[in-house]
């Protein structure tokens, strides 16, 4: 099993930078995964990371840290329609009938504020 | 359109009633999961299929729940004598086999009265 970990809610400006963390535990890491959630609607993907490092993608940054078991979901250039949910899910490696899924962290709620 | 796709959307169904969910994934994506999701709680997994074969299945899977995914193309999750406790959204996802990503439907928003 894992144990992830994000902030509960979150508030920034409009216009400003913003930094979500995520910790998690796992015996066997394989991938770990951003979504946006805005109320009412399906989780979107956001980025994906299996390696140590930053992965940018226009406004949103992705970093992961295999060994601290961390990650952090970067938002520059903050926008109104940006509040929402983001989830951190985490992939172990499968072994025999088990460790397929993403197991999901419980959400961090975003507000942007004018 | 490409995307996963769900249906219905949204079912309102009396409890002790059997309800079926329908997911076609992305064409090319061989993994498939079900996951459900209550208001302010991240997604929890349910099962997971590669082609037509059932993989994993969650301990939140009980008896009354079963999915399948006969040609190893869409799939269908069904909820036997439906409880109150069964009101959630329920999502599907699809991802390739290269695991590089995991897209999610609209997911079916089922209300059990």
């Known amino acids: 099993g894992q144990n992830i970990d994000q902030p509960t809610e979150m508030t920034a400006t409009e216009g400003a930078i913003v930094q979500i963390n995520c910790t998690y535990q796992t015996s066997g890491f394989n991938g770990l995964f951003w979504y946006q959630q805005h109320a009412g609607e399906a989780p979107t993907f956001l980025s994906y990371n299996v390696l140590d490092g930053l992965e940018e993608k226009g406004r949103f940054s992705s970093f992961l840290s295999r060994s601290k078991g961390y990650s952090y979901l970067l938002l520059k250039e903050l926008q109104m329609k940006d509040s929402a949910s983001y989830l951190c899910?985490?992939?172990?490696?499968?072994?025999?009938?088990?460790?397929?899924?993403?197991?999901f962290g419980k959400g961090t709620s975003l507000l942007v504020t004018p | 359109d490409t995307g996963v796709s769900q249906d219905p959307r949204h079912k309102i169904t009396k409890r002790g009633q059997n309800v079926t969910f329908r997911c076609d994934p992305i064409?090319?994506?061989?993994?498939l999961y079900w996951y459900r999701q209550t208001l302010g709680q991240g997604p929890e997994f349910l099962t997971y299929f590669q082609n037509e074969a059932q993989l994993e299945k969650s301990r939140l899977l009980s008896d009354r729940f079963s999915a399948e995914r006969p040609k190893g193309s869409f799939s269908t999750l069904e909820i036997q004598r439906t409880e109150q406790g069964d009101s959630a959204m329920y999502l599907c996802?699809?991802?390739?086999?290269?695991?590089?990503?995991?897209?999610f439907g609209q997911g079916t928003r089922l209300t059990v009265v």
């Open positions: 899910a985490v992939r172990d490696r499968p072994q025999g009938h088990s460790g397929y899924a993403l197991n």
């Open positions: 996802a699809s991802s390739p086999p290269q695991l590089t990503e995991a897209f």
């Open positions: 064409s090319e994506h061989n993994r």
